[in-house]
């Protein structure tokens, strides 16, 4: 949702940057309700006193966004450079978009993803999730499939909270401790359950960090390797 409202904005700038748009301005925003494939999201669309914004992200009687959590989620993770990031835009926004409005999208997503990536966290979580999601990322004008890998805590009241994403090449146990050292350093000072795949190595990178931390590993994980 953020990601997306500061891509709008920023095809809000550059609409106003337009020689024609000189007397135009800005007038507030219109909440829109869009369904992707996990549910409803509202969206606060910008809109401008002469009524010509007529935005590409979301167009104005649009109302599902096919693949939108694919095409946003992974915008977020650490690891996803400058290119690929203006790359995966200008698949969203599609060829018809100019160089300099895809450019301009990207400085403001640039922007958000870094806030986010660098947020605090909270000093201590219950339980935290880490896992790995696959998603179709386009590197060098071909699309290729890359694990996003995930810290998913779950607080005391059951809310769950993303506390990060990383795209890493190579996982192992050196990259998790890379990430536990992320999660020290942004607030974490203690996880008190961590359920985790069967990677060699990977309870130890969590308990050099965090060494009251219980490590479970996933039910699921445990299945696949007893076959």
């Not at 106003?16 to 007038?27: F, V, Y």
């Not at 200008?90 to 922007?111: C, F, K, N, P, Q």
Request: aromatic residues 8%; contains cysteine; negative net charge.
């Amino acid at each position: 949702k953020a990601l997306a409202e500061r891509a709008l904005n920023a095809e809000m700038d550059f609409h106003l940057g337009d020689e024609a748009e000189a007397d135009n301005t800005r007038n507030g925003y219109g909440r829109k309700t869009v369904s992707t494939a996990t549910g409803k999201i509202e969206i606060d669309v910008p809109r401008d006193r002469a009524g010509s914004f007529d935005p590409q992200l979301i167009a104005k009687y649009q109302r599902r966004f096919p693949g939108f959590d694919d095409k946003i989620i992974s915008m977020y993770a650490r690891g996803m450079s400058t290119r690929e990031i203006a790359e995966h835009l200008r698949e969203i926004y599609g060829m018809d978009a100019s160089a300099d409005l895809i450019s301009t999208i990207t400085d403001a997503v640039l922007d958000e993803v870094s806030a986010w990536q660098q947020r605090p966290l909270d000093p201590v979580y219950p339980l935290v999730f880490f896992d790995a999601i696959r998603v179709k990322i386009r590197d060098e004008g071909l699309v290729r499939n890359k694990a996003i890998h995930i810290a998913l805590g779950v607080m005391a009241g059951g809310t769950k909270v993303v506390l990060g994403m990383w795209i890493e090449q190579n996982e192992g146990a050196k990259f998790w401790l890379r990430v536990m050292n992320e999660l020290k350093n942004r607030g974490v000072e203690d996880i008190l359950l961590a359920v985790v795949d069967g990677l060699k190595g990977f309870p130890e990178a969590i308990t050099a960090v965090f060494p009251e931390t219980i490590v479970q590993t996933c039910i699921v994980h445990l299945l696949r390797k007893s076959m």
